[in-house]
């Protein structure tokens, strides 16, 4: 579990708001497929200077998240074999949303392990980066065991994978 541990920094540090013009220009390299998912915004998304909440951005990683592993890796999203336990969630800004805008997030995943995988996420607006984040995934059984991913699971996972060099 150590390189759990060790890789959630680098990570922050390669998605740091410093390197997030890098993140964008790699954007999708090598991996075979990447989910995208679009978020409309509302007035309940914003606070009382009509920017959207931070927090949303968490929301979102996580509808998209959902929305990605339902639709694409299994419809009953492992509700038989156990559950999955975000244990990392990280994101940066780049620039403000406002209410009506359309968000569009795009997820890749990352070092992808027998137990754990990242997620990769971007948010843009109008077609520039606004935000970026990755989450931490670990598989467990329903005693909240860590175990490993079901082999089919991995494969499809796998797909989206951005190679570990690429960033």
Not at 13 to 33: M, P, R, V, Y
Not at 56 to 77: A, K, L, N, P, S
Not at 95 to 111: D, I, K, R
Not at 128 to 154: C, D, M, W
Request: charge should be positive; charged fraction near 20%.
């Amino acid at each position: 579990m150590s390189n759990l541990n060790t890789t959630a920094p680098l990570l922050q540090t390669k998605l740091s708001s410093n390197n997030l013009n890098q993140l964008d220009s790699i954007h999708h390299n090598g991996a075979e497929k990447t989910f995208t998912h679009s978020i409309d915004t509302y007035l309940k998304d914003s606070n009382a200077y009509t920017n959207i909440y931070f927090s949303r951005y968490f929301e979102w990683q996580g509808v998209c998240r959902e929305h990605w592993f339902q639709r694409d890796i299994t419809r009953d999203m492992l509700q038989k074999e156990g559950v999955l336990i975000t244990k990392t969630a990280h994101n940066d800004y780049v620039s403000e949303a406002f209410p009506f805008q359309t968000v569009q997030c795009t997820l890749n995943s990352y070092m992808v392990k027998s137990c754990s995988f990242y997620l990769i996420f971007r948010f843009y607006i109008e077609g520039k980066l606004a935000s970026a984040g990755y989450q931490q995934i670990v598989f467990a059984n329903h005693q909240k065991k860590i175990t490993r991913f079901p082999e089919f699971i991995i494969r499809k996972v796998k797909q989206y994978e951005i190679p570990i060099n690429a960033l």
